[in-house]
T-cell receptor
Framework: NAGVTQTPKFQVLKTGQSMTLQCAQDMNHNSMYWYRQDPGMGLRLIYYSASEGTTDKGEVPNGYNVSRLNKREFSLRLESAAPSQTSVYFC????????????FGEGSWLTVV | GQSLEQPSEVTAVEGAIVQINCTYQTSGFYGLSWYQQHDGGAPTFLSYNALDGLEETGRFSSFLSRSDSYGYLLLQELQMKDSASYFCAVRDQGGSYIPTFGRGTSLIVHP
């Protein structure tokens, strides 16, 4: 049961470098999300995609871009990493009419130095 | 906009009962859910309340009062493995399903 798979799990970047976090789900879900989690701040939505071909900004989109490549894949790109983007990133997905049930990936620990 | 309030930390002893409260302010409401997250792990879904009342799932129960914009998660017969962070979440009123999470409650269970 793969569920939501995200890579890499750990990454260290230098300020100004770029990178892409990959996410794929095998549950045929329409909606996908990227959250970041910082100590004491809970989970904050960066971007989401309600369906293939659509993306929308969440609460904290600055410094990020996303691509919904197909129904399975939703990637998050940092064009020019900053120390403030040091965080744990979670990809998630949900089926239609699921109530509030969403399924998270295992997380990606990103450090920007 | 939406906001959720929950205590930052709760402590209890093994075998006890603990209640984690959540109050919310939303422009629209489509249900309150709870997630558990162990250190270093991913959040996992625990329960969902769309209507007023109590939902029970084993040792965990969740309650909702829509008139009071309030809910809680009740954990009974606490075990050490219940030490984790617990998040309440509400769904945005928008056409897409967009959950907004509270800041989380760290539950520490002592022997």
């Amino acid at each position: 049961n793969a569920g939501v798979t995200q890579t890499p799990k750990f990454q260290v970047l230098k300020t100004g470098q770029s990178m892409t976090l990959q996410c794929a789900q095998d549950m045929n879900h329409n909606s996908m999300y990227w959250y970041r989690q910082d100590p004491g701040m809970g989970l904050r939505l960066i971007y989401y995609s309600a369906s293939e071909g659509t993306t929308d900004k969440g609460e904290v989109p600055n410094g990020y871009n996303v691509s919904r490549l197909n129904k399975r894949e939703f990637s998050l790109r940092l064009e020019s990493a900053a120390p403030s983007q040091t965080s744990v990133y979670f990809c998630a997905s949900s089926p239609p009419d699921s109530g509030n049930t969403i399924y998270f990936g295992e997380g990606s620990w990103l450090t920007v130095v | 906009g939406q906001s959720l309030e929950q205590p930052s930390e709760v402590t209890a002893v093994e075998g006890a009962i603990v209640q984690i409260n959540c109050t919310y302010q939303t422009s629209g409401f489509y249900g309150l859910s709870w997630y558990q997250q162990h250190d270093g792990g991913a959040p996992t879904f625990l329960s969902y309340n769309a209507l007023d009342g109590l939902e029970e799932t084993g040792r965990f129960s969740s309650f909702l009062s829509r008139s009071d914009s309030y809910g809680y998660l009740l954990l009974q017969e606490l075990q050490m493995k219940d030490s984790a962070s617990y998040f309440c979440a509400v769904r945005d009123q928008g056409g897409s399903y967009i959950p907004t999470f509270g800041r989380g409650t760290s539950l520490i269970v002592h022997p």
